[in-house]
């Protein structure tokens, strides 16, 4: 690969389904139709911005697939969204729910923006404006968006209230990851760090090590990254760096990760402030000596390049796509185990389906219901995935694509092909 050559996250994602492929017994057009995604929907928007010019963004929704029921992804805010990320980060999502067995299909969407540069008033009228224009693929019973990069349980509030207009009534399922007061599920924010925690958890069972004392390492401080942080921390793990987008922090002993995440969100960034800890470039962070490095911020983060030099015993990915196929190999040959991200971050997923079915039956769950459902479809995912990793003898990023893969084509097999 040339220096500072971009990676295609799609291109990735199709050749993990040539490598899944060589241990499933499909049809080559059956491959071709997974590879390919179900519906594209670009849309160029005005948004009036606070100064009083319009200012013209582009966005995306893509359904990858729809066969085992309604199309769910998050919806992601970012300057480098585009058509193959946002596609790659749909097929994820149909394999993603595939592997926890929840009647999903796959989905994402975004917006190429600066959320950083925009005022609260202009992200709220980028939101309202985008979901009106892909409010023809949306609907509870169609495809329903959650939380992504720089989105979160307010956006996911306006998305709630401008298809709720549009249709005259509340929806509250067409979307989840929403508020609690709006119908969202007690749980939902913390559900896809708890889910990273829990798999990591069953890692450690495996290779037979403890959680105490257990040195963790995470790129990436939002949603995924700073919830993991905290519940690794309270059972006793040390988290000994984290990073945002600028740089990271580091401390042998441990960060005092509550007062380090405080002092984040007051000042934006990360502080030293004590002589035990030293500030480290993402690049380090990736590479510390450590049982668990957790990448929980965007794809393509481990490649070729840095692979041979990480360190680290266990990879549990919170983000979608963080490690190419190329650094697969080198990490299987390096013996590290590897909780691929349609795993490690499912319980995301998991529980805005759990959001979902409160919705559409009127139900509301308590969070210690929400979190034993979780933890037990998180358990028994992984178990199924080093299943078949031990029985195939293969890693278990592939395990968890043919499982995921699989169920998909059983699924599409007994539909059949219309007409
Ligand atoms: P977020 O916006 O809450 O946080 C993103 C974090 O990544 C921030 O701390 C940001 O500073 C950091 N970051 C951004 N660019 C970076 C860079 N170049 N280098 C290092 N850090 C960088 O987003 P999130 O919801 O926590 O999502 C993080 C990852 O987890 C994404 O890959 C997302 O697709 C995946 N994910 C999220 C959910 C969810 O429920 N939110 C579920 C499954 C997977």
């Known amino acids: 690969m040339a220096e500072n050559e971009k990676i295609n996250p799609f291109e990735m994602a199709r050749k993990q389904i040539d490598i899944a492929s060589k241990y499933l017994d499909l049809e080559p057009g059956l491959i071709e139709k997974l590879k390919h995604t179900k519906r594209e929907l670009i849309v160029h928007f005005p948004v009036k911005m606070d100064d009083g010019a319009v200012r013209i963004f582009t966005g995306y929704r893509v359904q990858h697939n729809i066969t085992r029921g309604p199309a769910k992804g998050g919806i992601r805010y970012h300057p480098d969204v585009d058509l193959d990320e946002v596609r790659a980060l749909a097929m994820w ?45 949306l609907g509870p019973e169609q495809d329903i968006p959650a939380p992504d990069v720089n989105t979160n349980p307010q956006v996911m509030a306006w998305i709630m209230d401008t298809y709720s207009i549009l249709k005259g009534y509340s929806v509250p399922g067409v979307v989840t990851g929403k508020p609690i007061e709006l119908g969202g599920s007690l749980g939902r924010f913390e559900a896809t760090g708890r889910g990273v925690v829990i798999t ?55 960060l005092d990760i509550k007062r380090v995440l405080d002092c984040k969100a007051k000042y934006k960034c990360f502080v030293c402030e004590t002589k035990d800890e030293t500030e480290i470039t993402n690049q380090e962070l990736l590479e510390l000596d450590c049982d668990i490095l957790v990448p929980a911020a965007l794809e393509t983060q481990i490649t070729e390049k840095n692979a041979p030099r990480i360190k680290t015993k266990i990879i549990a990915e919170g983000a979608n796509g963080p490690t190419t196929p190329e650094a697969d190999e080198i990490l299987n040959d390096k013996g590290i185990f590897v909780v691929p991200d349609i795993l ?76």
């Open 200 to 254: 990591s958890l069953e890692a450690l069972k495996y290779l037979k090590k403890p959680i105490e004392g257990a040195k963790v390492a995470i790129q990436g401080c939002g949603n995924v990254g700073g919830v993991t942080a905290m519940h690794f921390d309270r059972l006793g793990a040390k988290v000994i760096a984290i990073s945002d987008s600028q740089k990271g922090l580091y401390s042998e002993k441990g």
């Open 344 to 419: 490690a971050n499912a319980g995301g997923v998991t529980v805005s389906y759990f959001e979902w079915v409160q919705n559409l039956q009127e139900l509301i769950w308590s969070e210690e219901e929400v979190l034993d459902r979780l933890t037990r479809i998180m358990q028994r995912s992984f178990k199924e995935v080093l299943e078949i990793s031990q029985s195939k003898k293969i890693p278990m990023r592939t395990a968890a694509l043919v499982l995921g893969i699989g169920r998909v084509a059983e699924a599409t097999k007994l539909r059949g092909i219309y007409p």
């Open 93 to 137: 999502m149909t394999w993603k729910s595939a592997v926890v067995n929840i009647p999903f299909g796959g989905a994402k969407g975004g917006v190429q923006c600066n959320p950083k540069e925009m005022s609260l008033n202009e992200i709220e009228h980028l939101t309202r404006r985008f979901t009106w224009e892909i409010s023809l693929m």
